[in-house]
């Protein structure tokens, strides 16, 4: 169903473009040797090209090139096996060139596309328009003296993607969707680390609002965006106070503005900058970078499995469901964990204890899959022993709990703690027994006709037996014993 917003007027249709800055993995920047490590000291990553000294030129660094191109491929995108670095002219006082070096009219990747899978099990196409290869400028501090503003350049020549979507988005749920897709796709290809609360990737996002039918009105920028939720949010903040605009006579113009949280509101920030206010020439410093095609194929051959492949075999070869492996395949720690757990095991039960269990583990602790006190061996040991019948469901999140807070293999803790399940159809008689002439009361109701205390007597067996009779012994004794 189609996302609308219903204002005065009757229903009115958004439309997003995302123009998303990802910083790439690599240890030096674009055009220097400095290093990019975050939580550096300020300028103490600075080189005398990223300080824009006179008579230092760019060289460009081949490993960012080869993440560009190794993106633009798991993007499903043309490569240019020839683009052109251009200066695009503005003054920020942590831009000490004068400009940014990036590309304009010719740049490293052209279209491709994002499969993006929705909230209500829908998939959705997001095609991109472009991928170009741009540096990053300095950080202004204003907090630092109380009169003065330092600047800090550790970030100036960082390489950036700007990978720019085409505006095919049409709520804020897709535009949550495709951000997080684009994140797997990046960490999959190891060519960004997508952690926004780093700064290394955030979003412009593109917002204006339609009737149905109509050609695409006037759109505004919000700037730097840093998380998922902001960007759904800002969506439907912004979307609304255009509706606002036209519902009351007036016009929208197209500028830049920044999101507030806080206060949920856009709030302009300038006009908006057209290409020509930026006076784009081609840097004389820098040759068109032309790429050979066996660069390419070399790179395309490296490229692991993307999440969408990863999902497809999923459901083929392990029979999940669509929306169990989009689950798994988000990013390649759960996928590989997964995988290890479900090896020669039931594929099902290994997939709901990752995503039950596990991962509620994980939230609850605060941990990773890296940092898990769970390994998927002893998660795997643990699938076994409901397997072979040592351990009830029951038994099992009991042992499963003891796990986390211990880090032993359930075989052991199993042991120390006396935990395996009783199928001695003698010991449970005794048990139902015992329940049963305590309950005799209960006993003459259900032989009267009330089933429903059924569930009563297996909850009374299953405490006096501390959790460890077999269910499935339980439920057949307690039938034939209640029958009389």
Sequence with gaps: MAYLIEGETGPWEIVVGLE???????????????????GADPNSQVSFVDAALPGMLPVINEMCVEQAVRTGLGLKAKINLESVFARKNYFYADLPQGYQISQYEKPLVGEGQVIVDLPDGRSTVVGIERLHVEQDAGKSMHDQHPSKSCIDLNRSGVALMEIVSKPDIRS????????RKLRSILRYLGTCDGNMEEGSMRADVNVSVRKSGEAYR???EIKNVNSVRFVMQSIEVEAKR????YESGGTVDQETRL???????????RSKEHAHDYRYFPDPDLLPLKLKPDFVARIKDTLPELPDEKKDRFVRDYGLSPYDAGVLVVDRASADFFETVAKGRDSKLAANWVM???FGALNSTGKTIETSPVSAKNLGELIDLISDGT?????AKDVFALMVETSKAPSVLVEEKGLKQVTDTGAIEAVIDQVMAANADKVAEYRSGKDKLFGFFVG???????????????????KSKLAG
């Design 259 to 269: 999101f507030d949280p806080g206060k949920g509101e856009t709030r302009s920030m």
């Design 20 to 38: 998303v800055h990802a910083q790439v993995v690599s240890n030096a920047k674009l055009f220097s040797g400095a290093a990019t490590a975050f």
């Design 460 to 478: 009374q067996v299953m405490k006096a037996s501390q959790g460890k009779a077999n269910p499935g012994v339980v439920n057949d004794l307690l």
């Design 242 to 245: 255009q509706i606002d605009v």
């Design 172 to 179: 804020p749920d897709e535009a949550g969707a495709y951000l």
């Design 391 to 395: 351990l009830s469901g029951r038994l």
């Design 356 to 358: 039950g269990d596990f």
């Design 218 to 220: 006037t759109r505004c």
